[in-house]
T-cell receptor, first 108, second 113 residues
């Protein structure tokens, strides 16, 4: 079993829909990261969380440390949100452990 | 402020050859991490350098080695290339160790034939 599991693997939505991507992890962590990867490979860091909730524009990330679970929400989705969203956790060491990603396609 | 840059963008090598990938960290960042991302998979941690010293290593064989320079730029060297080394290699810089945001470069796509 992977240390970081994401669901769903693939997600197709219509423009304007509310999107939720889930991430569960099995180890103790110091921080959880949500990243966005566009075709071609470039990765952008969206959030780093250690507790609670963060919001940036239409993106919201939440984390429940007790349940070892985090969600990334996108409100009023847009075709430009189409990308792979990756959850990564950071434990006591320096390395990030990544999930396999969720491929989001938002159709106009 | 310039972001993280990597070179080259793409590279094709044959089995047994050696390759060097380069990463320039974001201004003010003293920590660089390297990751390997196989097709359809999440990135895997290779190693991290902090102030020119290796500061953590993932499950990669010794033929994967690195270097960080006084200006905090970094190199990833891979010897005796194998077909399975074909992947996107990402570097990320951060302003320190621990739980901080990492800033990723665009990656180098390595193909081993």
């Amino acid at each position: 079993k992977n240390e970081v599991e994401q669901s769903p693997q693939n997600l197709t939505a219509q423009e304007g829909e509310f999107i939720t991507i889930n991430c569960s992890y099995s180890v103790g962590i110091s921080a959880l990261h949500w990243l966005q990867q566009h075709p071609g490979g470039g990765i952008v860091s969206l959030f780093m969380l250690s507790s609670g909730k963060k919001k940036h524009g239409r993106l919201i990330a939440t984390i429940n440390i007790q349940e070892k679970h985090s969600s990334l929400h996108i409100t009023a989705s847009h075709p430009r949100d189409s990308a792979v969203y990756i959850c990564a956790v950071q434990g006591g060491s320096e390395k990030l452990v990544f999930g396999k990603g969720t491929k989001l396609t938002v159709n106009p | 402020e310039t972001g993280v840059t990597q070179s080259p963008t793409h590279l094709i090598k044959t089995r047994g050859q050696q390759v060097t990938l380069r990463c320039s960290s974001q201004s003010g960042h003293n920590t660089v991490s390297w990751y390997q991302q196989a097709l359809g998979q999440g990135p895997q941690f290779i190693f991290q350098y902090y102030r020119e010293e290796e500061n953590g290593r993932g499950n990669f064989p010794p033929r994967f080695s690195g270097l960080q320079f006084p200006n905090y730029s970094s190199e990833l060297n891979v010897n005796a290339l194998e077909l399975d080394d074909s992947a996107l290699y990402l570097c990320a810089s951060s302003p320190g160790q621990g739980a901080v945001t990492q800033y990723f470069g665009p990656g180098t796509r390595l193909t081993v034939l």
